[in-house]
Every structure is written in structure tokens, then in C-alpha cells.
Nanobody
Framework: QVQLVESGGGSVQAGGSLRLSCAAYTVMRYDMAWFRQTPETEREGVAAIDKDGSTSYADFVKGRFTISRDNAKNTLNLQMNSLNPEDTAMYYC?????????????????????WGQGTQVTVSS
């Protein structure tokens, strides 16, 4: 069964770092992304990477987060630095087969059809 499994979440103080990972059956040839959601907010795109390695980031994480993919280990990673309390959320990994009509690394959740269960990130001030 194809599935995505996130790991690496936890609690950290403001200014700290965390590295999230998403294990997949395969990450090659897929567009993948990280989203986050809190009980008070809708799910929002954080970062995405397409099958060719092109990336996109939400403005609120640019310069702080880095998305990467390890094809040999079939993992998607999100390195998060300079965390602040506003980054507290459940983080989800998502995947889709590339859409030739809408190529790239979108940050809209409607573009993705496979989701993990999420990993909680809590940043304290």
C-alpha cells in the first residue's frame, strides 16, 4: 500500500531547528510538498519540490526552511531553522504524480492526492 509516513516533529524553543522527514515507497518522479495546519487555521502550503528538483516556498518560511529529497532513501525532508511560535502546527507530507497540464511544485493542497498522517511541531517562546 502506498503511504507517506512523517517523522521528526517535536518541541523546540524559539530560534531552534528541527528536521522533518517523510518516508515514501518512492519519491522519484513525484511532486512532493509539506503542508501545515493548526486547529484554528486551514491547511497551508509550506514548501514543495517537483520531480525535477525545482522548489517553491511560502513567503513566511523563505530563508528559514529548506525542502529536499533523497531519492536513494526514498525520503522527503524539511529542514526548519529559526523556528518561531507561529510555526507551531501539525506538518503533513503530500505527494502527487506530475500533472503535465499544471507542472511544477504547487503549494495548493488540492493539487495533491496522497497524504501522510502528520507530525506535530511545537515551538515555545
Amino acid at each position: 500500500q502506498v503511504q507517506l509516513v512523517e517523522s521528526g516533529g517535536g518541541s523546540v524553543q524559539a530560534g531552534g531547528s528541527l528536521r522533518l522527514s517523510c518516508a515514501a515507497y518512492t519519491v522519484m518522479r513525484y511532486d512532493m510538498a509539506w503542508f501545515r495546519q493548526t486547529p484554528e487555521t486551514e491547511r497551508e502550503g509550506v514548501a514543495a519540490i517537483d520531480k525535477d528538483g525545482s522548489t517553491s516556498y511560502a513567503d513566511f518560511v523563505k530563508g528559514r526552511f529548506t525542502i529536499s529529497r533523497d531519492n536513494a532513501k526514498n525520503t522527503l525532508n524539511l529542514q526548519m531553522n529559526s523556528l518561531n511560535p507561529e510555526d507551531t502546527a501539525m506538518y503533513y507530507c503530500a505527494s502527487r504524480f506530475p500533472n503535465w497540464q499544471r507542472p511544477g511544485a504547487p503549494l495548493q493542497d488540492s493539487e495533491y492526492n496522497l497524504w501522510g498522517q502528520g507530525t506535530q511541531v511545537t515551538v515555545s517562546s
